[in-house]
């Protein structure tokens, strides 16, 4: 699987070498994690966290994940202040928030 520009939707679409290839990069990445070595490399990427039912550890994991790699987080946790809240699909705010956005 190419990963770049896909869209990451269900455990279903990866292979075993895929898995492989994702424990890998964790692997590598973990002195990043562990803050024992200091990376840049999403300098400038912006993630777009939308959490609309209650989450405390995988919305802030998530966030300081791509703040440690150097990345923008912003927060959508409240469907009251989206267009969801009148009735726009939830297709529809994901395609827009695709366009300010390159992680949702």
Same mark, same amino acid.
Request: no cysteine.
């Given at each position: 699987? *190419?990963?770049?520009?896909?869209? +990451?939707?269900?455990i279903?679409?990866?292979?075993r070498?895929? +898995?492989?290839? +994702?424990?890998?990069?964790?692997?590598?990445?973990?002195?990043?994690?562990?803050?024992?070595? +200091? #990376?840049?490399?999403?300098?400038g990427?912006?993630?777009?966290?939308?959490?609309? *039912?209650?989450? #405390?550890?995988?919305?802030? /994991?998530f966030?300081?994940?791509?703040?440690?790699?150097?990345?923008?987080?912003?927060?959508?946790? *409240?469907?009251?202040? #989206?267009?969801?809240?009148?009735? *726009?699909s939830?297709?529809? #705010?994901?395609?827009?928030? /695709?366009?300010?956005?390159?992680?949702?």
């Amino acid at each position: 699987m *190419e990963f770049l520009g896909s869209n +990451i939707l269900s455990i279903d679409q990866f292979d075993r070498k895929d +898995i492989d290839l +994702i424990f890998k990069t964790a692997d590598q990445l973990f002195p990043f994690a562990s803050r024992q070595k +200091i #990376t840049r490399v999403l300098q400038g990427a912006i993630l777009s966290n939308m959490f609309f *039912e209650p989450s #405390t550890r995988t919305r802030i /994991s998530f966030g300081s994940a791509f703040n440690m790699l150097g990345g923008e987080v912003r927060e959508t946790t *409240e469907v009251e202040a #989206t267009s969801l809240a009148k009735g *726009e699909s939830l297709y529809d #705010t994901s395609r827009v928030l /695709s366009g300010y956005s390159d992680v949702i």
